[in-house]
């Protein structure tokens, strides 16, 4: 089946600098990307829709000048957390739909900032 | 989107059925039921998913009530693999946005 990978799985990083996650459809092209955010126990939130060649369209309390997203290809999107606080710790987890059916998932990455 | 209710969490024993439900009865006319589960610190996987018509794949099937303000992931033989978080989330087959809700941890005992 498709195969959407994130890279990398987990990530420390301190107080205050940036974070870039890629996110990577491996065998198909995908002109929209969703990236969603996880805290423990909970469940998905959506965050952002990434558009290839255009503007990221944000949910409303996501912040789009902290979570940057850029998607230059078909087969790729990128999620930058910028100037990361403790309270961005969390699993960022992108999808990718194929042929309008199914989504396929990252298996996610883990961010935690000290 | 439509409102779903899941169990907090079901167990079962390896090799039995598992029933697992959810009541979505403000879905739209147009909408599809997706079912996706979450294994332990991984991204979503795909279940199975349907309009009307009761669906089989490898993985479940799906029962869908006639006026479809329900429906039911069937696990024919529950494995210890098949421990996770189950999602039930109606919406539209297009783009692949989904709102997830809390879903249902299935617990699987040996």
């Known amino acids: 089946g498709a195969v959407v990978s994130q890279h990398p799985s987990w990530v420390i990083c301190k107080s205050g600098t940036s974070v870039k996650i890629e996110c990577r459809s491996l065998d198909f092209q995908a002109t929209t990307m969703f990236w969603y955010r996880q805290f423990p126990k909970q469940s998905l939130m959506l965050m952002a829709t990434?558009?290839?060649?255009?503007?990221?369209?944000?949910e409303q309390g996501v912040e789009k000048d902290k979570f940057l997203i850029n998607h230059a290809s078909l087969t790729l999107s990128t999620l930058t957390v910028t100037s990361a606080h403790p309270e961005d710790s969390s699993f960022y987890i992108c999808?990718?739909?194929?042929?309008?059916?199914?989504?396929?998932f990252g298996q996610g990455t883990r961010l935690t900032v000290v | 989107d439509a409102k779903t209710t899941q169990p907090n969490s079901m167990e079962s024993n390896e090799e039995e059925p598992v029933h697992l439900p959810c009541n979505h009865s403000?879905?739209?006319?147009?909408?599809?039921i997706h079912w996706y589960r979450q294994l332990p610190s991984q991204g979503p996987e795909y279940v199975i998913h349907?309009?009307?018509s009761n669906v089989n794949n490898r993985m479940a099937s799906l029962a869908i009530a006639e006026d479809r303000k329900s429906s039911t992931l069937i696990l024919h033989r529950a494995t210890l693999r098949d421990a996770a978080v189950y999602y039930c989330i109606p919406g539209g087959t297009s783009y692949g946005k989904l709102t997830f809700g809390q879903g249902t941890i299935l617990t699987v005992h040996p």
């Open positions: 403000t879905i739209s006319g147009t909408d599809y």
């Open positions: 349907g309009l009307t």
């Open positions: 990434s558009n290839e060649g255009s503007k990221a369209t944000y």
């Open positions: 999808s990718a739909p194929q042929a309008g059916t199914e989504a396929f």
